[in-house]
T-cell receptor, first 110, second 113 residues
Framework: GQQVMQIPQYQHVQEGEDFTTYCNSS?????IQWYKQRPGGHPVFLIQ?????EVKKQKRLTFQFGEAKKNSSLHITATQTTDVGTYFC??????????FGSGTRLSIRP | DVKVTQSSRYLVKRTGEKVFLECVQD?????MFWYRQDPGLGLRLIYF???????EKGDIPEGYSVSREKKERFSLILESASTNQTSMYLC????????????FGPGTRLTVT
């Protein structure tokens, strides 16, 4: 069945360092969404990517959707303590089925 | 703001008990979802509903059932709770199809002893 692999599972960085998480799907996706879950909280929508090769930015966050619409990445420049949390991708197949990645937990040393 | 509420933040039940988890959304969303979240496994879809009295199985429906009698309310039922159902349960709703964001409730951490 369809799978969305997300790596790494954990990332521990020094404040100010960059961070990247990657999602790879076994099948072509119609769109992909990214969510952030703060410790003790629930997932909150960040952004959606729809077009092949699409790149979107939100301040220090850069989101990319691969040309083949099978992979995506989230890059955070110069991390801050407020970036702590778990980042999930959620891919939608052509059959409108949603699959969440397993998440990347980001922790930061001040 | 969309609000999705869940009946309990924490719940402790015994093996074999029947467990009801309730979710209510206040934005007239058609689609509602139940997920369970486990460390290292992300969010896995249990059931979803796209209309009143309609339901579809997700990836891990075994041991669960759902009920949607009113548009705003989606209930998850564990017919006979087992220890492997100890988990965080998250409800979500969405206003349209796949190109809309999901709004999540605060979650219910269920422990089955």
């Amino acid at each position: 069945g369809q799978q969305v692999m997300q790596i790494p599972q954990y990332q521990h960085v020094q404040e100010g360092e960059d961070f990247t998480t990657y999602c790879n799907s076994s099948t072509t996706l119609s769109n992909i969404q990214w969510y952030k879950q703060r410790p003790g909280g629930h997932p909150v929508f960040l952004i959606q990517l729809v077009k092949s090769g699409e790149v979107k930015k939100q301040k220090r966050l850069t989101f990319q959707f691969g040309e083949a619409k099978k992979n995506s990445s989230l890059h955070i420049t110069a991390t801050q303590t407020t970036d702590v949390g778990t980042y999930f991708c959620a891919g939608y197949s052509s059959a409108s089925k949603i699959i969440f990645g397993s998440g990347t937990r980001l922790s930061i040393r001040p | 703001d969309v609000k999705v509420t869940q009946s309990s933040r924490y719940l402790v039940k015994r093996t074999g008990e029947k467990v009801f988890l309730e979710c209510v959304q206040d934005m007239d969303h058609e689609n509602m979802f139940w997920y369970r979240q486990d460390p290292g496994l992300g969010l896995r879809l249990i059931y979803f509903s796209y209309d009143v009295k309609m339901k579809e199985k997700g990836d891990i429906p075994e041991g669960y059932s759902v009920s949607r009698e009113k548009k705003e309310r989606f209930s998850l039922i564990l017919e006979s709770a087992s220890t492997n159902q100890t988990s965080m349960y998250l409800c979500a709703s969405i206003s349209g199809g796949t190109f809309y964001e999901q709004y999540f409730g605060p979650g219910t951490r269920l422990t089955v002893t």
